[in-house]
């Protein structure tokens, strides 16, 4: 979190972050359509939609005395770039874990979720999180799962965290993960994202 006294600004990281395929780059540009900003969403990506390396986008708005900014990014799941992603994390000041709730899919999220564990240490369990159960259009059946997702990750130690439903292609449920996110980031402020900021 970076406060620029000059132009009365906070800026504030966010990450989304999960496994390759996933719906990373569908819930931020998702995010953003709220906004009528989608176009704004920068992504490098492959001839066929992949993210390379990371999409980025900025979400600014202005309160009474102060700007609020907010740096989204996406990190790529392929494994092929995976170096790139502790770039994409440094400075993170809060995490959208996307999850792929398919059954086949479980061990590709432990292994995105250890990485960050890995990459963060003791301090992962400060940092706040929202898991976006995403793609219950088509696997809303195969929640059980996400139990045992939880408590592989030691859901209760997190200071912060909570787990929403998504359907990122139609935006259900991001944009209450994101202003979920926020309220962790910034437990004293009053903040609620509308559709009509
Ligand atoms: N049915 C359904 N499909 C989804 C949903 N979210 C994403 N998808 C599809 O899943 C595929 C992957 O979505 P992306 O957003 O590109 O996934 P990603 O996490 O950015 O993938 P990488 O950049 O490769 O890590 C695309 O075909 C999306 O249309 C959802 O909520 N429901
Ligand atoms: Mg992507």
Same mark, same amino acid.
């Given at each position: 979190?970076?406060?620029?006294?000059?132009?009365?600004?906070?800026?504030?990281? @966010?990450?989304?972050?999960?496994?390759?395929?996933?719906?990373?780059?569908?819930?931020?540009?998702?995010?953003?359509?709220? =906004?009528?900003?989608?176009?704004?969403?920068?992504?490098?990506?492959?001839?066929?939609?992949?993210?390379?390396? =990371?999409?980025?986008?900025? #979400?600014?708005?202005?309160?009474?005395?102060?700007?609020?900014?907010? #740096?989204?990014?996406?990190?790529?799941?392929?494994?092929?770039?995976?170096?790139?992603?502790?770039?994409? #994390?440094?400075?993170?000041?809060?995490?959208? =874990?996307?999850?792929?709730?398919? +059954?086949?899919?479980?061990?590709?999220?432990?292994?995105?979720?250890?990485?960050?564990?890995?990459?963060?240490?003791?301090?992962?369990?400060? @940092?706040?999180?929202? +898991?976006?159960?995403?793609?219950?259009? @088509?696997?809303?059946?195969?929640?059980?799962?996400?139990?045992?997702?939880?408590?592989?990750?030691?859901?209760?130690?997190?200071?912060?965290?909570?787990?929403?439903?998504?359907?990122?292609?139609?935006?259900?449920?991001?944009?209450?993960?994101?202003?979920?996110?926020?309220?962790?980031?910034?437990?004293?402020?009053?903040?609620?994202?509308? @559709?009509?900021?």
């Amino acid at each position: 979190m970076i406060f620029n006294y000059d132009n009365k600004t906070l800026q504030v990281k @966010i990450v989304y972050y999960g496994p390759a395929m996933s719906g990373k780059t569908t819930s931020i540009k998702s995010l953003f359509s709220f =906004f009528n900003k989608e176009h704004t969403v920068k992504s490098i990506d492959s001839s066929v939609g992949r993210t390379l390396f =990371f999409d980025f986008g900025v #979400l600014h708005f202005e309160g009474a005395e102060w700007g609020l900014k907010f #740096l989204i990014y996406s990190a790529t799941g392929q494994d092929f770039y995976a170096s790139t992603r502790p770039a994409t #994390l440094n400075g993170v000041d809060g995490l959208i =874990f996307v999850v792929d709730p398919q +059954i086949e899919c479980l061990e590709y999220n432990r292994r995105s979720w250890n990485e960050l564990k890995t990459l963060f240490g003791s301090n992962f369990y400060n @940092i706040p999180i929202v +898991i976006s159960l995403n793609k219950c259009d @088509i696997f809303e059946k195969k929640n059980l799962e996400i139990d045992d997702f939880l408590s592989y990750i030691d859901y209760h130690r997190f200071r912060h965290i909570s787990l929403k439903k998504t359907i990122a292609i139609n935006g259900k449920g991001v944009l209450d993960s994101f202003n979920e996110l926020i309220r962790f980031i910034f437990p004293q402020l009053n903040i609620n994202l509308s @559709i009509n900021n």
